[in-house]
């Protein structure tokens, strides 16, 4: 947490006034990071002089065909020796997953070893026993952070372990139209809609692994299931009506930044593995796609009533930016 300081002296006394604190909260945000392959980003990321890290999935790369979770257990193993020291002792850690952690590529609901696969999960981001995770099924949470007054929640959605089959076939996916398909399974939209509705926060920040926002690409996305996006759409825009609302997306290996009529949404991805370098474009992307090693940055600053979303280099160049009002708060 940074801290800046303003320390009025009365002349002669050298008396000093109580100081006034302004806060700043910084995270960075990333996703796709296989252990097999070279890290050289972190340096970069701890120059901005981060608070916190987001993981918003595609953690490690131990999912295999078949399922079985052998090499799940290797790559978290490696993944752990991979993290630099700073990031392990200095920093909080937010995390969701997506599929290469999950355990199956593009896997949902149907996964069969996705109980094993969360245990995986939980232990190796130490979730505390307490932890309403360790209860139920599914790794969705929110929690809630007071940064200089303004109170900041967090939901981090699950965006495998209920979802229904994609139609079509891999990277070139269909609408799925059944009313009964879903993202996010009942219990898990039940909690999402009584965790927003009941918010007493300035500021929501939704993490999904997969984008909300973005329509043309044929990958995952919300958009595979146009109810389900619809729904949160909906939900999302009547809670900008009191709240400022971002979204944080990773797993599409090239970064972006998407505006509606109700809010932000950056996509940060990836961390060490670059995707084709295709044009990309969307109707509400800002800019262009970004294609390269990169990872975001969330800078709260409640003292200036503004949020700044940004997109960097693997050497720490800013590509893109975006300055949010708080005008809830």
């Known amino acids: ?39 050289a980003i972190w ?13 918003l999935g595609d953690n490690v790369y131990g999912d295999h065909p078949n399922g079985k979770l052998v090499k799940m257990k290797k790559a978290y ?13 200095d920093t909080e850690i ?6 290469h952690d999950y355990g199956l590529n593009d896997g949902g609901k149907n996964y069969i070893l996705k109980k094993e696969a969360e245990q995986m999960f939980l232990d190796f981001w130490h979730v505390p026993a307490n932890d309403p995770r360790r209860k139920r099924e599914g790794i969705y949470f929110n929690i809630n952070k007071n940064i200089d007054g303004a109170n900041i929640e967090f939901i981090g959605l699950d965006t495998r372990y209920f979802r229904s089959e994609l139609l079509g076939k891999k990277s070139n996916y269909k609408p799925n139209v059944d009313p009964n398909a879903t993202i996010l399974g009942k219990d898990q939209w039940k909690w999402l809609e009584s965790t927003i509705n009941n918010s007493t926060a300035d500021v ?43 979204a944080i997306s990773g797993d599409r290996h090239r970064s972006g930044i998407y505006q509606n009529k109700h809010f932000t949404e950056i996509t940060a991805s990836s961390l060490n593995k670059v995707a084709s370098n295709n044009k990309e474009n969307d109707p509400l992307l800002i800019g262009k796609m970004f294609p390269e090693k990169n990872f975001g940055i969330l800078n709260i600053e409640p003292a200036k009533k503004k949020i700044t979303i940004s ?19």
Not at 77 to 89: D, E, G, H, I, K
């Open 1 to 39: 947490m940074k801290r800046y300081i303003c320390i009025p002296i009365l002349s002669l006394t050298f008396f000093l006034i109580a100081p006034t604190n302004l806060y700043a909260y910084k995270f960075g945000l990333g996703s796709c990071l296989d252990q097999r392959s070279a890290q």
């Open 77 to 89: 193993a490696q993944q752990r020796n991979n993290f630099p020291v700073w990031l392990t002792s």
């Open 94 to 99: 937010l995390s969701i997953w997506d599929d």
């Open 311 to 329: 997109i960097h280099n693997e050497n720490g160049r800013e590509l893109n930016s975006q300055k949010i009002k708080m005008v809830h708060f």
């Open 204 to 246: 929501i920040i939704i993490l999904s692994s997969i984008q909300i926002l973005a329509t043309n690409h044929q990958y995952e996305k919300w958009a595979n299931f146009p109810l389900e996006r619809t729904k949160l759409l909906n939900l999302l825009s009547i809670a900008s009506i009191e709240k400022t609302i971002i």
């Open 43 to 55: 340096p970069s990321i701890k120059n901005k002089n981060i608070d916190g890290f987001i993981f």
